[in-house]
């Protein structure tokens, strides 16, 4: 008796423990004869998000751990013709009460994120992504995926976006844009996103974009930090490449040395042609910092 009770003690911090950090939400989207296009809004205050393809075939499924039950989510969508809209909005409640905004937590000595997203799509949907993400980490594996446009919007966020497979977006991204307050982006194997235009602009942090090999189709990149720094790994030097700088005198540049001038604070590869239908073009402004380019 007295070694039942004994252990009957043990586990009641570890139970109560493990309740409030497996409160779990989740939400589907079923799978629906005519759908082809998925428009997904989702909005979280604090959590690690993580977005990947997911093996069924409904064309969204969000998963969630939750660490309180009085910050709750609100999940709606609907379908109309050939498309689903859905939206996903996490709130604190307490904060919107209190009158309390996002920022206001951005010096917290808290190391957790409290809450856990997973957010599930399939290959058989073309998909319209927009991020709101308050403070966390985020980390968007597009492989075998079909995105037009991925939005990602954050006060203090670290976003890796990269694929896990070297097969290159299914369709024409027309539009990936990431905008920080305070964070860190990774944007790893670029050219896969077959984007059309990539604006990336953080206020104090920074941006890493890996341009390890050429992309097909012709792109434009503006990458602007305020305070940071900039990395950016170009495709071999027999891809058309243009780079102008938009700099200050507090901001550092290291170029590697097969760049070749064309006019003021403008650089192109030795494959630069005006005309070539791959040519990527690349903005990069930073106020207080460096960049790099290898």
């Known amino acids: 008796m007295l070694k039942k009770l004994c252990l009957f003690l043990f586990l009641i911090p570890t139970t109560g423990g493990w309740v409030c950090a497996q409160f779990v939400k989740e939400y589907r989207v079923a799978e629906k ?3 082809e296009e998925v428009s997904l809004n989702f ?4 959590s690690e998000t993580q977005v990947k393809r997911s093996v069924g075939m409904d064309p969204l499924l969000i998963h969630g751990h939750l660490l309180q039950a009085n910050i709750l989510p609100d999940f709606r969508s609907s379908t109309s013709n050939n498309s689903v809209i859905a939206s996903l909005v996490h709130k ?5 009460n209190l009158g309390k905004s996002i920022t206001s937590k951005l010096f917290s000595t808290s190391t ?11 290959s058989s949907y073309v998909y319209d992504l927009d991020f709101n993400l308050g403070m966390g980490t985020a980390d968007f594996d597009l492989a075998q995926l079909a995105v037009t446009a991925l939005k990602i919007k954050s006060a203090s966020t670290d976003v ?4 896990s497979t ?14 920080l307050n305070m964070g860190a982006v990774d944007l790893h194997q ?4 077959q984007a059309k ?18 992309q097909s189709i012709k792109g434009q990149v503006i990458a602007a930090v305020g305070g940071g720094t900039i990395y950016l790994k170009l495709p071999p030097e027999s891809s058309p490449v243009k780079i102008r700088m938009k700099t200050t005198p507090l901001c550092r540049t290291f170029l590697p040395d097969y760049l070749r001038a064309i006019g003021e604070d403008t650089f192109v590869t030795k494959g630069y042609s005006a005309s070539d239908p791959r040519l990527l073009e690349f903005v990069l402004d930073v106020g207080v910092g460096s960049i790099t380019v290898e």
């Open 160 to 163: 890796f976006i990269h694929y």
């Open 197 to 214: 235009k990539v604006i990336i602009e953080v206020n104090y942090g920074q941006i890493n974009l890996n341009y390890g090999l050429p």
């Open 33 to 35: 004869v005519g759908i």
């Open 92 to 96: 604190n409640i307490e904060s919107d």
């Open 112 to 122: 957790g994120f409290d809450h856990s997203w997973d957010v599930g799509l399939t």
């Open 190 to 193: 670029a050219q896969l996103t």
């Open 166 to 179: 070297n097969t290159p977006n299914a369709v024409v991204m027309d539009t990936l844009l990431v905008t």
């Open 43 to 46: 909005s979280s205050y604090k």
